[in-house]
């Protein structure tokens, strides 16, 4: 069983109710549960390579930062210390809000990832037009920009090299990276002028935003992506009715982190 | 086959007039050349008749487009389609989709076709426009020149346009994409498609046009009618507008100023060729025409620059040069030659250490690389970037000068005047407090050349500094160099267009896949036929004609010589 099979509807469909109920969710029973539901699919899926793994990693220092910070410097009531390392005291209430968000952030992170490293943005974007009804205006513009990508991170490059080589009469005092807005400029004018020039080529061939349309390759929606979200659907609710019967259930009422 | 009539058609963009009372009737199925000066609305024109121009709220514009008496303005997209399609300059900006395929379709999708039947016409027209089967599933940002303006021309086919407009096809492209563009376009044209072409590599185009129609600076017509009429009637006009004219037909004045007589206005070298013209007047007729005084080599100059067995790349697993073995010599006008993807820019990087180099040496002025502290390199050596606006870092031309200079060298006063004089130099004194970015594509180029020559350089590298301008900035540019290496500037010049190799560099390089196949000089190269096709390259016209008209001629020249 392989993501990429998936309708990309239908994995953004079930990572959304994965993200906004690990939004609303604020106990760490419930939260750790979702979070291994999530790692056991990624598992079964056979979803991680060397190249997602290394975007998670970022990530997981992230959430390990989130836990050890909250466990020692969250304010609660009532702290129970259960640790100190030098200066820093860590608390039972603390390490839990530090548990839930650690757990919060590696769920939401590693659905999402999941998400974007199988799905093909070309075939996302059909897939929006034809599911959700995107206007072919927004959505070309969408694909348009993204072939745009490689060419601006390599004129990002250029563009640094030739005002290295400016920069040369301008002595130490001075050699400072160029502002953001230096690099901006040029590149902002170089992109509005292509994108002007895809526009008007798209329109020489017949193309109207709001127009009537057939399209070449589809993206359709089977049994199997219906049966998907569903099931998404189901766990995610067994697991907070379950955690509500056990009593452990508490929804987000605030911030209560460091 | 439809009946275009363009009517007193004019354009004004933002207060500025671009076309003014245009007048042309055509067929569909006629094969039209544009030609004007640049910046004239050829684009514009093209524009207009696809009916864009009409719709922009910054343009004023009145007249009329009627394709068989209706009005293109009351006409839907869809149907203006199957009269008109449009390959533009650019290749990578005409494309919305990712892979070939999808972009030829997007067309058809855009006329509602069955996607049943899309396949079919996808895979005909691109078999029909040569786009090569192995790279259909490419993604397009990663095909070459070539490939993509024959993906846009099959794009065109698809959707069963009647007339295919070209603006400049191949002014971007190596001349091995050039050629490829050439040869489908004619294919094109002989299957009965129109074609309406703005294009300045005349040479092999006219071949298989018939009617040329100038636009004047003024944005009028010049003149319309057989292009061999045209040229015949109008050719020093031309001339002196920096309009392109063909080479062959300049020589043949020339020959005719030397007494030989014409029945037929030759327009390119097949039909100079069955005039039967006796060698030696061709070759003093030629010698003339391109004024062509070889730079003598000196003997025992000092090598300014020096790569040895250079291997450089970006990483282990993408080595772009391979074991290079270079010398460039003090006052050089040399020329790094080759196609696209050869490794030529990614050389001239590596020898201002932008490029990790993994084995090998450079030394530069007689010392290595490695000695040199960080930006001292930059201090000897200017490079001028292919896309000018890439270099631009202030928000005037003034202290676009003044920023190369720093603080620290001179008193106010001298300062001030090198600048003043390089602006003079350079033809921009008018437009000091312009930004950058406002000036046009040749003031563009000038200024980026201008802002290297501050300080004392001793070697300057030009990435392609003729790509993109017109005659007449092209000959601005080139003698600007010339005087600049006369002045004892070692000038290495990076392009794949030998006709300026010929004319202007005393030695040459030329590199293919990541390796150096011919390095000597220049008149050298010319007898090297395989390493030039090899590397994708085009003899130059001078040589050309020499060669296929007169083959004794070329070896008397040579002798000569």
Redesign the interface.
């Given at each position: 069983m392989l993501m990429n099979n998936f309708n990309p509807t239908a994995k953004l469909i079930a990572n959304l109710i994965i993200v906004i109920t690990s939004l609303i969710v604020f106990d760490p029973h419930t939260m750790g549960m979702l979070f291994v539901i999530s790692s056991i699919f990624v598992l079964v899926t056979k979803s991680v390579n060397r190249k997602n793994l290394k975007a998670i990693v970022p990530l997981v220092c992230f959430a390990v930062g989130m836990l050890w910070m909250n466990a020692s410097l969250a304010r609660v009531e009532n702290p129970q210390i259960i640790a100190t390392l030098g200066p820093l005291r860590f608390t039972d209430q603390g390490l839990i809000i530090g548990l839930v968000l650690f757990f919060r952030i590696m769920t939401i992170g590693i659905t999402s990832i999941l998400f974007t490293f199988n799905t093909e943005?070309?075939v996302l974007i059909l897939s929006l037009i034809k599911q959700c009804r995107l206007n072919p205006g927004i959505a070309?513009g969408m694909?348009?920009a993204?072939?745009f990508l490689?060419?601006m991170e390599s004129?990002l490059e250029?563009?640094n090299?030739?005002?290295?080589?400016?920069?040369?009469?301008?002595?130490k005092w001075?050699l400072k990276k160029?502002s953001w807005y230096?690099n901006a400029?040029?590149l902002l004018?170089?992109n509005i002028r292509?994108a002007e020039?895809?526009a008007?080529?798209?329109?020489?061939?017949?193309?109207?935003s709001d127009?009537?349309?057939?399209?070449?390759?589809?993206v359709n929606w089977g049994r199997r992506d219906t049966i998907f979200v569903a099931l998404t659907v189901l766990i995610v609710c067994a697991i907070v009715l379950f955690s509500n019967s056990m009593g452990w259930l508490i929804c987000f009422k605030g911030w209560r982190g460091f | 086959m439809s009946m275009i009539e363009v009517s007193h058609l004019y354009v004004e963009i933002n207060g500025r007039i671009i076309l003014k009372d245009i007048n042309i009737t055509f067929e569909t199925n006629e094969r039209i050349l544009i030609l004007g000066e640049s910046g004239c609305g050829k684009s514009t024109l093209l524009?207009a008749l696809?009916g864009?121009v009409q719709?922009y709220d910054n343009m004023n514009v009145s007249g009329d487009v009627l394709i068989n008496g209706i009005s293109i303005v009351d006409m839907e997209?869809?149907d203006?389609?199957k009269v008109?399609?449009?390959v533009?300059q650019?290749p990578?900006?005409?494309?919305?989709?990712?892979?070939p395929?999808?972009e030829v379709?997007?067309?058809?999708?855009?006329?509602?076709?069955?996607?049943n039947d899309?396949e079919n016409i996808?895979e005909l027209v691109m078999k029909d426009f040569d786009f090569p089967e192995e790279k259909e599933n490419y993604p397009?940002?990663i095909l070459s020149g070539g490939e993509q303006q024959r993906l846009a021309l099959a794009?065109v086919a698809a959707?069963g346009s009647e007339m295919i407009l070209m603006d400049e096809p191949t002014a971007n492209l190596d001349p091995e994409g050039r050629r490829q563009v050439i040869v489908t376009a004619k294919k094109a044209g002989l299957e009965g498609k129109g074609l309406f072409v703005v294009e300045h590599n005349l040479e092999s185009w006219l071949p298989f046009l018939d009617r040329l129609i100038v636009v004047g600076s003024d944005g009028t017509i010049f003149c319309d009618g057989n292009y061999r009429e045209m040229f015949h009637l109008h050719w020093k006009r031309f001339v002196e507008k920096g309009i392109w004219c063909p080479h062959t037909l300049q020589i043949s004045r020339v020959l005719e100023k030397k007494g030989y007589t014409f029945y037929k206005i030759p327009c390119c070298i097949q039909e100079l060729k069955d005039e039967n013209i006796s060698c030696s007047i061709l070759n003093q007729a030629v010698s003339e025409y391109f004024d062509a005084d070889q730079k003598e080599d000196e003997q025992f100059k000092k090598a300014v620059l020096k790569l040895e067995r250079l291997t450089a790349g970006y990483g282990r697993n993408h080595m772009v040069l391979n074991s290079i073995n270079l010398t460039v010599y003090e006052g050089d006008f040399f020329a790094l030659v080759g196609g696209n993807g050869s490794g030529k820019s990614t050389l001239s990087?590596a020898i201002?250490n932008?490029v990790p180099i993994i084995d090998g040496s450079i030394s530069i002025l007689g010392k290595d690389i490695s000695k040199y502290k960080a930006?001292d390199v930059?201090?000897i050596i200017?490079?001028v970037?292919q896309?000018p606006?890439?270099?631009?870092?202030e928000d005037t031309v003034w202290s676009e000068l003044a920023?190369?200079?720093?603080?620290?060298?001179m008193d106010k006063d001298s300062i001030k005047n090198e600048i003043f004089k390089l602006l003079k130099d350079f033809d921009l004194e008018k437009h000091i407090e312009v930004n950058p970015?406002n000036l046009s594509g040749g003031q563009k180029r000038r200024l980026s050349v201008a802002?290297m020559l501050?300080?004392d350089r001793k070697i300057l590298i030009l990435d392609e500094p003729t790509f993109g301008q017109d005659v007449k900035n092209t000959n601005k540019i080139m003698k600007k160099m010339t005087r600049l290496n006369n002045l004892g500037m070692t000038v290495i010049m990076i392009t794949h267009d030998l006709d300026l190799v010929d004319a202007y560099a005393n030695r040459v390089a030329v590199m293919n896949g990541g390796e150096i196949v011919y390095e000597g000089n220049t008149r050298g190269l010319w007898n090297e036929k395989n390493v030039i096709e090899k590397s994708g390259l085009e003899l130059p016209f001078r040589i050309k004609i020499l060669e296929e008209v007169g083959s004794n001629a070329y070896e008397q020249l040579q002798s000569n010589g």
């Amino acid at each position: 069983m392989l993501m990429n099979n998936f309708n990309p509807t239908a994995k953004l469909i079930a990572n959304l109710i994965i993200v906004i109920t690990s939004l609303i969710v604020f106990d760490p029973h419930t939260m750790g549960m979702l979070f291994v539901i999530s790692s056991i699919f990624v598992l079964v899926t056979k979803s991680v390579n060397r190249k997602n793994l290394k975007a998670i990693v970022p990530l997981v220092c992230f959430a390990v930062g989130m836990l050890w910070m909250n466990a020692s410097l969250a304010r609660v009531e009532n702290p129970q210390i259960i640790a100190t390392l030098g200066p820093l005291r860590f608390t039972d209430q603390g390490l839990i809000i530090g548990l839930v968000l650690f757990f919060r952030i590696m769920t939401i992170g590693i659905t999402s990832i999941l998400f974007t490293f199988n799905t093909e943005p070309d075939v996302l974007i059909l897939s929006l037009i034809k599911q959700c009804r995107l206007n072919p205006g927004i959505a070309y513009g969408m694909m348009t920009a993204l072939r745009f990508l490689p060419s601006m991170e390599s004129d990002l490059e250029l563009m640094n090299a030739a005002h290295r080589i400016r920069n040369v009469r301008n002595k130490k005092w001075n050699l400072k990276k160029n502002s953001w807005y230096k690099n901006a400029i040029p590149l902002l004018a170089a992109n509005i002028r292509k994108a002007e020039r895809v526009a008007i080529a798209m329109e020489a061939r017949g193309f109207q935003s709001d127009m009537k349309r057939t399209y070449y390759r589809t993206v359709n929606w089977g049994r199997r992506d219906t049966i998907f979200v569903a099931l998404t659907v189901l766990i995610v609710c067994a697991i907070v009715l379950f955690s509500n019967s056990m009593g452990w259930l508490i929804c987000f009422k605030g911030w209560r982190g460091f | 086959m439809s009946m275009i009539e363009v009517s007193h058609l004019y354009v004004e963009i933002n207060g500025r007039i671009i076309l003014k009372d245009i007048n042309i009737t055509f067929e569909t199925n006629e094969r039209i050349l544009i030609l004007g000066e640049s910046g004239c609305g050829k684009s514009t024109l093209l524009l207009a008749l696809l009916g864009i121009v009409q719709k922009y709220d910054n343009m004023n514009v009145s007249g009329d487009v009627l394709i068989n008496g209706i009005s293109i303005v009351d006409m839907e997209p869809i149907d203006l389609v199957k009269v008109f399609g449009i390959v533009f300059q650019n290749p990578e900006s005409q494309f919305c989709s990712l892979y070939p395929k999808d972009e030829v379709a997007f067309g058809l999708e855009n006329q509602c076709v069955d996607p049943n039947d899309m396949e079919n016409i996808i895979e005909l027209v691109m078999k029909d426009f040569d786009f090569p089967e192995e790279k259909e599933n490419y993604p397009i940002n990663i095909l070459s020149g070539g490939e993509q303006q024959r993906l846009a021309l099959a794009c065109v086919a698809a959707m069963g346009s009647e007339m295919i407009l070209m603006d400049e096809p191949t002014a971007n492209l190596d001349p091995e994409g050039r050629r490829q563009v050439i040869v489908t376009a004619k294919k094109a044209g002989l299957e009965g498609k129109g074609l309406f072409v703005v294009e300045h590599n005349l040479e092999s185009w006219l071949p298989f046009l018939d009617r040329l129609i100038v636009v004047g600076s003024d944005g009028t017509i010049f003149c319309d009618g057989n292009y061999r009429e045209m040229f015949h009637l109008h050719w020093k006009r031309f001339v002196e507008k920096g309009i392109w004219c063909p080479h062959t037909l300049q020589i043949s004045r020339v020959l005719e100023k030397k007494g030989y007589t014409f029945y037929k206005i030759p327009c390119c070298i097949q039909e100079l060729k069955d005039e039967n013209i006796s060698c030696s007047i061709l070759n003093q007729a030629v010698s003339e025409y391109f004024d062509a005084d070889q730079k003598e080599d000196e003997q025992f100059k000092k090598a300014v620059l020096k790569l040895e067995r250079l291997t450089a790349g970006y990483g282990r697993n993408h080595m772009v040069l391979n074991s290079i073995n270079l010398t460039v010599y003090e006052g050089d006008f040399f020329a790094l030659v080759g196609g696209n993807g050869s490794g030529k820019s990614t050389l001239s990087k590596a020898i201002l250490n932008l490029v990790p180099i993994i084995d090998g040496s450079i030394s530069i002025l007689g010392k290595d690389i490695s000695k040199y502290k960080a930006n001292d390199v930059h201090e000897i050596i200017g490079y001028v970037f292919q896309n000018p606006e890439h270099q631009f870092v202030e928000d005037t031309v003034w202290s676009e000068l003044a920023y190369s200079h720093g603080k620290h060298t001179m008193d106010k006063d001298s300062i001030k005047n090198e600048i003043f004089k390089l602006l003079k130099d350079f033809d921009l004194e008018k437009h000091i407090e312009v930004n950058p970015f406002n000036l046009s594509g040749g003031q563009k180029r000038r200024l980026s050349v201008a802002t290297m020559l501050i300080g004392d350089r001793k070697i300057l590298i030009l990435d392609e500094p003729t790509f993109g301008q017109d005659v007449k900035n092209t000959n601005k540019i080139m003698k600007k160099m010339t005087r600049l290496n006369n002045l004892g500037m070692t000038v290495i010049m990076i392009t794949h267009d030998l006709d300026l190799v010929d004319a202007y560099a005393n030695r040459v390089a030329v590199m293919n896949g990541g390796e150096i196949v011919y390095e000597g000089n220049t008149r050298g190269l010319w007898n090297e036929k395989n390493v030039i096709e090899k590397s994708g390259l085009e003899l130059p016209f001078r040589i050309k004609i020499l060669e296929e008209v007169g083959s004794n001629a070329y070896e008397q020249l040579q002798s000569n010589g």
